[in-house]
């Protein structure tokens, strides 16, 4: 019987991190992941239904988890909500003291900073009692009827494989995001060497852009992916057929490392020492940022810093020839 539910981090590029050290758990004790469902689709080639305890509001997921018999929570995520609701179903639970929920915890850890986000997750995952071996690898499980689709669009588009790039120019905030006209300038370096160009996101916020982006390239050497606002497992196997990803410190970056397709993330309030991807083996991975001395920073936009063209000065000042050299890096 299955003991244990580790609480899983809300973003896709933390989950993907966290995920590096959480398959070997796994295969070491099996555990229930409690998170987002839409998570499962990035390791339903691996991972059933049966251990995934969907994250769906406080009523649904207070009955799921006290029926679940599971006596022990592992804590990924620092709320104070995580550790009440672990707590109100009865188990014993491990995490950060952070956000006033120490009397919450029957394990409470000492926060560690200066580390990768990566090496943080681990850390929790060891002090609840897991030992490791090796490295962090980036890690997707992706289903065979995604992989399939994935193929078969290609296919549809007249792309081959390893023939195009995939650019994300969106973020979880606008002012993490480098300028449009930057990503539409790489975009027509891309097509000059040879390569067909996707953008990626959702229509509600990178399909404007996409247009954009799209406006100076041939007709069939651009696809606006954005506009299908595709499904996470039907997007992680498109991008796994790419042959490099370009875009902003956020999910499909991660998504894009994990598949072991080579990257150029783009950094301006965070850094990639702390939030960079972890990367399958074999994979190349550049980081363009201004090293500003305040990175990574609170976020407080324009409060702390002056705004460039409406964004803050660490990505606003990031140049198109910044990320055209990582990119040619990469493709030599």
Not at 49 to 67: S, T
Not at 166 to 195: D, I, Q, T
Not at 210 to 220: C, F, P, R, T, V
Request: net charge positive; proline share 5%; glycine share 10%.
């Amino acid at each position: 019987m299955i003991r244990t539910v580790v609480f899983l981090p809300n973003w896709v590029g933390d989950f993907l991190m966290a995920f590096a050290s959480l398959d070997e758990c796994f295969e070491k004790e099996p555990f229930y992941f409690f998170g987002r469902p839409k998570f499962l689709e990035l390791v339903r080639g691996k991972y059933s239904y049966e251990f995934w305890i969907p994250k769906e509001g406080w009523a649904r997921d207070f009955c799921r988890l006290f029926k679940s018999s599971a006596t022990k929570a592992i804590l990924l995520p620092n709320s104070f909500s995580s550790a009440l609701l672990a707590t109100l179903t009865g188990m014993k639970t491990v995490g950060f003291d952070t956000d006033g929920r120490g009397f919450l915890l029957n394990k409470r850890l000492k926060p560690i900073n200066n580390a990768h986000q990566a090496e943080v997750y681990r850390y929790i995952l060891e002090k609840a009692g897991f030992e490791f071996e090796g490295n962090l690898k980036g890690k997707l499980y992706l289903s065979e009827e995604d992989k399939q689709w994935a193929r078969n669009f290609l296919k549809r588009l007249g792309w081959k494989e390893k023939a195009f790039a995939v650019l994300h120019p969106g973020a979880s905030k606008p002012e993490r995001c480098w300028m449009v006209e930057g990503f539409k300038e790489v975009a027509k370096r891309l097509e000059g060497y040879g390569l067909a160009v996707a953008v990626v996101g959702s229509s509600y916020f990178e399909g404007t852009m996409a247009q954009e982006i799209g406006k100076e390239l041939s007709k069939n050497g651009f696809c606006d992916v954005s506009g299908l606002d595709l499904p996470l497992g039907k997007l992680a196997a498109f991008i796994s057929l790419a042959r490099i990803f370009v875009g902003n410190d956020s999910g499909p970056l991660h998504i894009a490392a994990c598949a072991g397709v080579d990257s150029v993330g783009i950094y301006g309030t965070s850094v990639p020492e702390k939030t960079g991807p972890v990367l399958a083996p074999g994979t190349k991975f550049k980081a363009v940022c201004s090293r500003y001395p305040c990175s990574p920073c609170r976020e407080r936009f324009f409060k702390d810093c002056q705004p460039v063209d409406g964004k803050p000065p660490c990505i606003a000042n990031i140049t198109v020839e910044d990320v055209v050299g990582a990119i040619e890096k990469i493709l030599q």
